[in-house]
């Protein structure tokens, strides 16, 4: 089999990089001879985008695929521009090399460094500087000699590699396919011989086998365990072990659509048959028995901010690593990258295309390996819960030590005894809405009502949260966060202990009300969306915080200079205007005896 090269372009806008890929597929004959006829622009071959083609920059990434001398090849061609830096970083994730090119004109310049410590971050360990528009400088050596040095410092700086430079006109093909006679200074191989010959450094270095588990399949009365091997080989008669429930078992046999196989390796999508019973679903890894995948809910990462909106820390995402999705609450940053100094900057948040480190929790543990050991099984991406929209990769360093040593404690009485010893079935009603829509008045009654029928209950209010357990927090978009995270955690632990738990708090945000929801069993969150028209909530102020919000005197107030997410599928919506607080009360107990919560 020939053997794969997985390549990345990467430069500053105008460097060239567009026409040195179209100089190199087309000088390779990937290119066939009728598209070429005509062309006068080898860019063009490359930015396949009519607002690439219009700007002359590349906007997405674009994979090709080519051969030649033996080896095949995918080359990513990578925005330069330093608002697209999410789409390089993404290209980055899966190539061996990094082709990085630098004007001749112009030498080594920020967005070059930028690059250099994207890949360096993301595992790229192999670098071929291209010098280009060499004839530009009239193929001036001193010139390139010192380009060269500046960029192996610049690589130093962010941890190293194998480089190997070269100087290239990729206008006229010099040392692109074949060696140029303007540059009998240099001794070294073209371009396209090098990328046919090197063998990249060594990249993450993790050799035991590791599979996750993508699907199960039942066929002919056996079980298949399908998924790609992401490091390691195995063979059938090997001995395996199933993380996370530890179970140990022999392969049976590697099969694949071609039929079976007598061994598989990194990067081949194969289907395992295990001598035995077992309980293995997707999430689940099958590893080297001698050196199992570790397990962790708490880690320190390097985050990539992909998303418009800022990080906010506290707010809940979901983390997608391998074949494992689960909700993941990321903590402050400790700095962000400055990538062209390299230096730490103090951060509380991180914005479009920022470097950081962070810690995060996720809501169960996590099989894992660091990224620097495994791409597949370090790197990750962030999900926001409500839109769906990639917002963050992240690549983990290690687990926290006090995530290996907090276990949860096995407690005899469980949350239905309690629930049962009350008659009642535990619920959290989560009235939301803006200051002074009524949700602490209709609790109160809704609470009132329910002790009068002798249950069991407790109201957790907004304001008086605030002067207890959540006093050390402000008003900012995180610290409402923090407050309604402390909150739903409050709530779970009274849920656990069999009451019916009403929680009054303005909550503005989708994310934050959908944490809450996602912390309870399903069916025990109950979404009560209090109407009221900002103009009628800004009428009644009954605690002058309107005014003062209006004066200048009261920052990030919901309605004012915060915004409030509406519900988009509430259980019950009270509108104000038309529902006295009497008759909202009893619409909620309605709605409770209709589902059968004191049966």
């Not at 995918?74 to 980055?92: C, F, K, S, V, W």
């Not at 010959?197 to 079980?223: C, E, I, K, N, T």
């Amino acid at each position: 089999m020939r053997s794969l090269l997985r390549l990345i372009t990467c430069g500053s806008v105008d460097d060239g990089k567009s026409t040195l890929i179209g100089r190199l597929l087309a000088d390779c004959g990937a290119i066939p001879s009728d598209r070429l006829v005509g062309v006068t622009d080898l860019a063009l071959l490359a930015d396949g985008l009519e607002a690439e083609r219009e700007q002359g920059i590349t906007i997405d990434v674009a994979h090709l695929y080519f051969e030649h001398g033996g080896r095949r090849f995918i080359l990513a061609d990578a925005p330069g521009h330093e608002q697209y830096t999410r789409n390089m970083a993404t290209a980055a994730s899966r190539a061996d090399l990094a082709i990085v090119l630098v004007d001749a004109t112009r030498g080594v310049l920020p967005q070059t460094r930028r690059h250099l410590a994207i890949a360096r971050l993301l595992g790229i360990r192999s670098f071929v500087l291209a010098v280009n528009k060499m004839d530009l400088v009239a193929f001036d050596r001193a010139r390139f000699d010192a380009i060269a040095t500046s960029f192996r410092e610049a690589l130093d700086r962010v941890g190293g590699g194998a480089c190997a430079a070269i100087p290239v006109s990729a206008l006229n093909g010099d040392n692109v396919a074949t060696q140029s006679p303007a540059t009998p200074w240099y001794d070294g191989p073209a371009l396209l011989a090098h990328l046919e010959r090197v063998a990249p450094a060594d990249g993450p270095s993790l050799a035991a086998f590791r599979m996750p588990v993508q699907h199960v399949v039942r066929a002919d009365g056996q079980r298949f365990y399908a998924g790609t091997i992401a490091a390691g080989t195995i063979r059938p008669g090997d001995e395996v072990v199933v993380a996370p429930s530890g179970r140990r078992l022999a392969v049976g046999r590697i099969v694949t659509r071609d039929g079976d196989l007598a061994q598989a390796g990194i990067g081949r999508s194969i289907a395992l048959t295990l001598a035995g019973d077992v309980d293995c679903s997707r999430g689940d890894m099958i590893a080297d028995p001698a050196d199992p995948p570790g397990a962790g809910d708490q880690f320190e990462a390097t985050l990539i901010w992909m998303d418009e909106a800022p990080l906010v820390p506290g707010r809940q995402y979901l983390m997608k690593i391998g074949t494992q999705t689960v909700p993941a609450t990321l903590h402050a940053p400790k700095y962000r990258l400055d990538v062209e100094t390299l230096a730490h900057l103090a951060a509380k948040t991180l914005a479009l295309n920022d470097i950081g480190v962070a810690n995060l929790w996720t809501a169960r543990p996590i099989l894992f390996e660091p990224y620097e050991k495994s791409r597949d099984l370090g790197g990750f991406i962030l999900i926001d819960r409500i839109t769906n929209a990639t917002v963050a990769a992240g690549l983990i360093h290690f687990a926290l030590r006090r995530s290996e040593n907090i276990h949860a404690q096995a407690i005899a009485v469980t949350p239905a005894r309690r629930a049962a010893l009350m008659g009642q079935r535990p619920k959290l009603l989560w009235f939301t809405g803006l200051s002074g829509a009524g949700k602490s008045t209709i609790a109160n009654l809704v609470e009132a009502k329910l002790h009068a029928m002798g249950r069991h209950s407790f109201l957790l209010d907004g304001d008086n949260v605030r002067r207890g357990l959540n006093r050390d927090l402000g008003f900012t978009e995180a610290d409402r966060v923090e407050n309604i995270r402390r909150v739903g955690e409050t709530a779970r632990l009274m849920l656990d202990a069999g009451l019916i738990v009403l929680a009054a708090f303005i909550s503005p945000f989708r994310a934050e009300r959908e944490m809450v929801r996602a912390m309870m069993p399903e069916g025990d969150f109950v979404e009560i969306f209090v109407d009221t028209p900002l103009a009628e909530a800004e009428q009644r102020d009954t605690k002058g915080l309107y005014r003062k919000a209006r004066a200048g005197r009261l920052a990030n107030f919901t309605g004012i200079d915060s915004p409030y997410e509406r519900p988009d599928a509430p259980e019950i919506t009270i509108d104000t205007l038309a529902t006295s607080a009497e008759a909202a009360a009893d619409a909620v107990i309605e709605w409770l005896e209709r589902r059968g919560l004191f049966a």
